[in-house]
């Protein structure tokens, strides 16, 4: 059973870029695509954007290309870097896993717990 | 973007009571739907994926059902353990988007 946990500061000061990591543990990351999602009480449910395992990433345009999605396969990690913050970025932010674009495999299967992200100076 | 519109966005029934929550799709996305059940303090969890399967391990009184526009997840008999916030989200186009949530209470 594959496991997902985020990592990194719950705290980042305005302008700044906020930088989280996600390790996965109990399978492999060849062949799916793994995501980055956040939740607010005011938008609810937010995709960020997806890296493939072959390094192709895509990224919801609403972040105006402040989100930089990347694949460490050597220590099984993804992680994510969102520039320039403001206050309307805080949020919890999940990492996840789809299984891939073929019928019946694309829907988030496996998520992180979640962790706070606050900006805030 | 694909907007996704549920309703109610809260609703309160009694333990037994058969419970749906819609969602409408603001353009046709075939089946391209997903239902997932989020608990406080939780992250969400598929339920239902492509409008009407039942992803594993979910009991067999979540349906899930509808195509095009406008689709249904189903509880035919609400257990206290269901007590969450539902949504749905469509992958027909990116970027992926989620409706606003339904949350369910014991009446």
Same mark, same amino acid.
């Given at each position: 059973q594959v496991q997902l946990q985020e990592s990194g500061p719950g705290l980042v000061k305005p302008s700044e870029t906020l930088s989280l990591t996600c390790t996965v543990s109990g399978g492999s990351m060849k062949g799916y695509y793994w995501d980055? #999602?956040?939740?607010? !009480?005011g938008k609810g449910l937010?995709?960020? =954007? &997806?890296?493939y395992f072959s390094g192709v990433s895509? &990224?919801? !345009?609403s972040l105006k290309s402040r989100a930089t999605i990347? #694949?460490?396969t050597s220590k099984n990690q993804f992680s994510l870097r969102l520039s320039s913050v403001t206050a309307a970025d805080t949020a919890i932010y999940y990492c996840a896993r789809t299984p =891939? !674009?073929?019928?019946g495999w694309q829907k988030f299967d496996s998520w992180g717990q979640g962790t706070l992200v606050t900006v805030s100076s | 973007d694909i907007q996704m519109t549920q309703s109610p966005s809260s609703l309160s029934a009694s333990v037994g009571d058969r419970?749906?929550?819609t969602c409408q799709a603001s353009q046709d996305i075939s089946d391209h739907l997903n239902w997932y059940q989020q608990k406080p303090g939780k992250a969400p969890k598929v339920l239902i994926y492509d409008a009407s399967n039942l992803e594993i391990g979910v009991p067999s009184r979540f349906s899930g059902s509808g195509s095009g526009t406008d689709f249904t997840v189903t509880i035919s008999s609400l257990q206290p353990e269901?007590?969450?916030?539902?949504y749905c989200q469509q992958y027909d186009n990116l970027p992926f988007t989620f409706g606003g949530g339904t949350k369910v209470e014991i009446k």
């Open positions: 980055w #999602l956040r939740q607010t !009480p937010e995709w960020i =954007g &997806y890296v895509n &990224y919801n !345009p990347s #694949l460490d =891939g !674009p073929a019928k | 419970v749906t929550i269901d007590i969450a916030t539902y």
